[in-house]
């Protein structure tokens, strides 16, 4: 069993040491204030990309999601967010772009509903991945597509009521090593992490699972909760 982490509110000064990776876990629904403030952060394509959600809602969460990350890695940066310059490798997985190509901090982000994980790192690929257990969305012959044989085999033996938990903790489990990797979920070499890699469920809030992935294996994982408030943000901005 993954033993307890907490998620405490972060020191004025944190430091990700190189063995280390930070998971930071936020709520999108944020005030106007604070909207305004992530936003400032974002990109013009961004900007772009917020404007084509239909709903106001799933704007002002994607806003949140992506003006949350700059704030975060400028935190450790010691950088203005919105001068950060993001870019994707050929499969689509982000990183920041630096002189001289991809910069040595690394990091990936989930979010599901409001609930949102950023995890990062020095050197090294990281996967995250959130998901909401609704039972309506376990579906068995998804499983058995995806997930290896024995536990495909335990998912089954389960009664029905406790699906929908062992479901998304085996989803979060594969998709976080796929978003590390920058595989796709179909990629045959996304089902079962090698060697390097290590993969772990964090403890997250009620109905949610959640996991995280790590290229060359185990680190001291401290997470830190993340007050989604416009003086939060200012200390982030000057810190």
């Known amino acids: 069993m993954t033993p307890p982490i907490a998620w405490p509110a972060p020191p004025p000064a944190v430091t990700l040491h190189p063995h280390e990776v930070h998971v930071w876990r936020a709520r999108l629904d944020v005030g106007p204030a604070a909207l305004a403030e992530l936003a400032a952060a974002l990109a013009p394509d961004e900007h772009a990309r917020a404007a084509r959600f239909r709903f106001v809602r799933d704007r002002h969460r994607y806003t949140a999601a992506h003006g949350l990350l700059r704030m975060i890695l400028g935190r450790y940066l010691r950088r203005d967010p919105a001068r950060l310059r993001l870019a994707a490798a ?108 290590s993969v772990r469920q964090l403890p997250i809030d009620p109905g949610y699972a959640a996991a995280l992935a790590l290229e060359r294996g185990v680190a001291n994982v401290r997470c830190w909760e993340w007050a989604p408030d416009a003086g939060a943000l200012r200390e982030a901005k000057t810190a």
């Open 90 to 197: 050929p499969h689509g997985k982000p990183h920041l772009v630096a002189a001289a190509g991809v910069a040595p901090l690394r990091f990936n982000l989930a979010h599901a509903d409001d609930l949102a994980l950023v995890a990062v790192a020095w050197r090294r690929e990281v996967g995250v991945d959130v998901e909401r257990e609704h039972a309506d969305r376990v579906d068995l012959e998804v499983a058995r597509r995806m997930f290896p044989r024995e536990d495909v085999q335990a998912l089954e033996a389960l009664p029905p009521a406790l699906r929908p938990h062992a479901f998304f903790a085996l989803w979060t489990f594969r998709e976080a090593y796929a978003k590390g990797t920058g595989l796709g979920l179909a990629d045959e070499d996304a089902s079962t992490p090698p060697a390097p890699w």
